[in-house]
């Protein structure tokens, strides 16, 4: 954004790229947190934690919501962090009741992590959707400013002729003022829409030559 600039004229951020890596957003503090504590806790009863968190694209053609994206966050339950974590433990016997008691502190670190990455990906996914929704509105927005301020020019044409009252001209530019004042609070919505995209990726999207090595990155972790 270029400072000074009247808010309708900035340019819009470049183009969300399609197959946003959702490794992106393991930069995310309250994810970083969340896992740091699984793992700390999940230590403690000798259990390994790896491949935790769920590698899709966030984003599909054109930029919007992935397939991928939605299916996660209508149903949490379909990826499964703690799903094979917390199986039998080696030497059960031993101290019983202290492992016990750990492995019920992992169970409930492991929900949290959970819990934490759904909600994250559902704020990337509503970002996406708001950032789409408020394009096409603005763009219909555009298209009434410049209608309006067309009627606008008619009205101070036909009235510098005598044609038509000071009245009506007045009407014109009374709606001309609002259509663009409608189109500032689209495009100011619409600004907000990317930054929470950018909050939620923890940081943005990497350029194409980035995402290209982190999707490698993700499937040589897939393979190991």
């Known amino acids: 954004m270029v400072l000074g600039n009247k808010l309708n004229d900035q340019n819009l951020p470049p183009d969300i790229p399609v197959g946003i890596p959702s490794m992106l957003m393991e930069r995310r503090p309250d994810i970083i947190q969340a896992e740091y504590l699984a ?16 590698a899709i694209s966030v984003t599909g053609l054109l930029g919007v919501a992935s397939n991928d994206i939605s299916a996660l966050t209508a149903n949490g339950m379909a990826w499964n962090a703690g799903a ?29 992590y959970e819990r934490i990455v759904i909600t994250a990906f559902r704020e990337v996914e509503d970002a996406l959707v708001e950032i789409e929704t408020f394009k096409d509105e603005r763009q219909a927005r555009q298209d009434h400013v410049t209608a309006a301020l067309n009627a606008q020019r008619l009205s101070k044409e036909r009235y510098d002729k005598g044609v038509t009252s000071f009245l009506e001209l007045l009407e014109s530019q009374r709606q001309a003022f609002e ?9 100011q919505k619409l600004f907000n829409g990317y930054v929470k995209l950018y909050k939620a990726l923890g940081g943005g999207w990497l350029s194409e030559e980035e995402m290209q090595a982190a999707q490698e990155e993700a499937n040589q972790n897939q393979q190991q």
């Not at 000798?46 to 968190?53: D, E, K, L, N, S």
């Not at 094979?84 to 949290?112: C, D, I, M, T």
């Not at 259509?179 to 495009?187: I, K, N, P």
């Open 179 to 187: 259509a663009e004042l409608r189109l500032s609070e689209t495009t």
């Open 39 to 54: 793992h700390a806790q999940t230590a403690k009863i000798g259990v390994a934690v790896a491949q935790r968190f769920p």
């Open 84 to 112: 094979s974590l917390l199986g039998p433990l080696f030497e059960f016997g031993k101290n019983k009741k202290r492992v016990e008691v750990e492995r019920h502190k992992a169970e409930q670190a492991l929900y949290e």
